[in-house]
């Protein structure tokens, strides 16, 4: 066999379905590379900027919820539930920015609305 003839071996035509694989294939790794990039360009970079809000469930019962409005997670966040002179801190390990956790806070003499502020947080 001459090497003319193993060269046109070795190449063949493409079917539509591969086609249409390799344009599926490249525009989902261009959709993905442009996500990255616009995030990269539109997250937020300051510091954690976190607000702890109370909500009420029963009698006694209370949903504690922390939300980081900042541009990065805050860790070992510690917030203090005050109601009357029931203190009692509750520890989250991690609040990632954007996002908010929650935990049930239970009081034994249900009085007035709980007060909720953050004392301290790592940045990461």
Same mark, same amino acid.
């Given at each position: ?24 294939? #490249? /525009?989902? %790794? @261009?959709?993905?590379?442009? &996500? ?5 360009? *539109?997250?937020?970079? +300051?510091?954690?900027?976190? #607000? /702890?809000? %109370? @909500?009420?469930?029963?009698? &006694? ?5 922390? *939300?980081?409005?900042? +541009? ?53």
């Amino acid at each position: 066999m001459s090497s003319a003839k193993k060269k046109t071996d070795l190449k063949r035509k493409r079917t539509a379905f591969e086609w249409a694989i390799g344009i599926v294939a #490249a /525009a989902c %790794i @261009t959709t993905m590379v442009g &996500g990255l990039v616009y995030y990269g360009f *539109t997250a937020g970079t +300051g510091p954690p900027d976190l #607000a /702890a809000t %109370i @909500t009420p469930e029963g009698e &006694g019962k209370y949903t504690l919820t922390v *939300t980081n409005k900042g +541009g990065t997670t805050a860790e070992d966040v510690v917030v203090e539930v005050t109601s009357g002179e029931d203190v009692q801190e509750v520890q989250f390990l991690a609040v990632a920015k954007g996002h908010k956790e929650e935990a049930t806070v239970i009081f034994e003499e249900a009085g007035q609305q709980p007060e909720a502020k953050v004392l301290t947080f790592k940045e990461p």
